[in-house]
């Protein structure tokens, strides 16, 4: 089992890129499933959805403007 270390002890060790790539899917797969509840359970998803990104900032993080600029000088 591979110990949970802060990012400070792993800097002690030597680390200079640390990623955690298993517990961010554990953390959308948890949302995914609270809202797939949530609709199931109450045929809505707007209250929980309100704890969510808008879709503006979605497509700034995802930087899709850029994306759209470089399809357009294809």
């Known amino acids: 089992m591979t110990p949970i270390l802060s990012v400070k002890e792993l800097e002690q ?3 200079k890129i640390v990623v955690c790539p298993i517990e961010s899917l554990m953390v959308c797969a ?3 499933r609270d809202l797939c509840d949530t609709w199931k359970n ?3 998803v707007d209250k ?7 879709f503006a900032e979605v497509k700034e993080l995802l930087d899709v403007e850029e994306f759209l ?6």
Not at 48 to 54: I, R
Not at 69 to 74: A, F, M, N, P
């Open 13 to 15: 060790l030597g680390y």
């Open 30 to 32: 948890r949302a995914m």
């Open 42 to 44: 109450t045929g809505r």
């Open 48 to 54: 929980l959805a309100a704890q969510a990104m808008s």
């Open 69 to 74: 600029k470089l399809r357009e000088r294809l």
